[in-house]
């Protein structure tokens, strides 16, 4: 973009490096340090986001997010949002709230001072700390009044045993970069992840007491750019068991638009998608996989990969809506008394347009965001975004190093089927 400014600029040149072709399988595991976790709070066209997801004993399912979304020169808008939702019942609490006076970080309290893993608004306060406990690794403490009918009180942990993540060591690890020029790139993309954690509290909803013990992970995102610009799609999954003592499946998928790719404008719609699995209460795998357009990916470094299935026109959002989809892992064991590799794969019917199954809510995008990030994004005339949400009982199948799943003996594989409950998003952002 900006570059071409400067210099002449090959319109084949290469605009795009993802950062699941930055590393070799052995080598996606990157050490998370404590300022990849820092609100950055940076101007310009830039989204960031911190999120909760959480799996309740009794099968709820629990979000809390907080966004920042810079717009140029203008002051940047924070929303925090939650969703609730019961399978059992059908009951579902989506709430969407701009806030007040965001601090990041906030004000030293009784002596205590915080960083920026910490921030506060008037509508909520979250508070990150180290643990004194050696079961626990740290913990954010989540406060937050969004109306007289929902109030949350959440303590959220990370496990001393598993690690957070981000893909690829180093202050480049975790970054996908947009532009001809990598040291000064028109944009960005990064992710970095607690895998598996514990929560505690409750939330109290019109009135009513939900228990809000569960497991769950968190995750820190950046678009370094618009975010029309940065993907056309993105797939997510997150499945959580408490059999096999504890296991969570993670992935995150973005496809680049025609813009970005390879060879220059026209030759987008990479694919780039990173993951990991937690077996035993144990992170057993990271996994990355870039798919180039044109080419067949034979998965022999490794897969990572989210698939649509049974495709049909959905006359309300005028895409075409997956009536199934796929979810493939499969990388180097991190286990060290497990030498091999840990595979898995998780299947979803999501039913038709007119018998959906799973599905808590289609997002109109549009209809959600302040008005003024909605002008600035400038999508296409006749473009709107939706996300579809499915949540609901699911199995993964897992291949593994029989260390990895505590079965008998020590040589080759074993195989476990495990049930537990996945929350889904698949997004059409144009």
């Known amino acids: 973009m900006f570059s071409s400014f400067f210099g002449v600029t090959d319109p084949k040149a290469l605009n795009f490096r993802p950062v ?18 820092e609100w950055a709070c940076a101007r310009g066209f830039i989204t960031e986001t911190h999120i909760w997801y959480n799996v309740l004993e009794d099968g709820t399912f629990l979000m809390c997010q907080v966004i920042h979304s810079s717009i140029g020169l203008w002051s940047p808008t924070i929303q925090f949002t939650c969703k609730v939702y019961k399978p059992q019942s059908g009951e579902h609490e989506w709430r969407s709230v701009s806030v007040s006076n965001f601090t990041c970080p906030p004000p030293a309290s009784s002596g205590v001072t915080y960083d920026k893993r910490s921030c506060k608004a008037d509508e909520f306060t979250i508070i990150h700390k180290d643990s004194t406990d050696p079961a626990i690794a740290e913990s954010y403490n989540i406060r937050a009044n969004l109306g007289q009918d929902l109030q949350i009180s959440l303590v959220v942990s990370r496990p001393s045993a598993i690690p957070g993540w981000k893909l690829g060591n180093g202050p480049k690890g975790g970054f996908s970069y947009y532009g001809t020029d990598e040291a000064k790139p028109d944009g960005y993309v990064v992710h970095h992840f607690w895998p598996r954690t514990t929560c505690t509290g409750h939330v109290v909803l019109k009135g009513q007491a ?4 569960g497991s769950g992970m968190f995750v820190h995102a950046i678009q370094g750019m618009r975010p029309n610009l940065i993907a ?34 026209g030759s987008g719609g990479v694919k780039v998608n990173i993951g990991s699995l937690v077996v035993g209460g144990k992170l057993a795998s990271v996994t990355g996989e870039t798919i180039w357009p044109g080419e067949v990916p034979d998965g022999a470094n490794g897969l990572s990969r989210a698939t649509h299935l049974n495709l049909f026109h959905d006359k309300d959002t005028g895409y075409e809506a997956p009536g199934g989809l796929t979810f493939q892992w499969a990388g180097p064991s991190l286990v060290p008394e497990a030498k091999g590799n840990v595979k898995a794969d998780l299947q979803l019917d999501v039913g038709t347009y007119y018998a959906p199954k799973g599905l808590v809510q289609k997002v109109d995008v549009l209809a959600e965001i302040p008005y003024v990030i909605k002008m600035a994004v400038n999508y296409v005339a006749g473009t709107k975004p939706y996300i579809y949400q499915y949540y609901c009982p699911a199995k993964l199948n897992i291949t593994a190093p029989k260390a990895v799943l505590e079965a008998n003996g020590t040589e080759g594989d074993a195989k476990s089927t495990v049930s537990g409950f996945v929350f889904s998003e698949a997004s059409f952002v144009s």
Do not use: C
């Open 232 to 265: 056309s799609r993105w797939n997510f999954a997150y499945f959580s068991s408490e059999e096999q003592g504890g296991v969570s499946a993670i992935q995150m998928e973005f496809t680049t638009t025609p813009a970005h790719g390879k060879n220059g404008a």
């Open 20 to 37: 699941t072709s930055a590393f070799p399988p052995n080598e996606l595991f990157g050490t998370l340090e404590p300022k990849d976790t």
């Open 210 to 213: 939900l228990n809000a013990t």
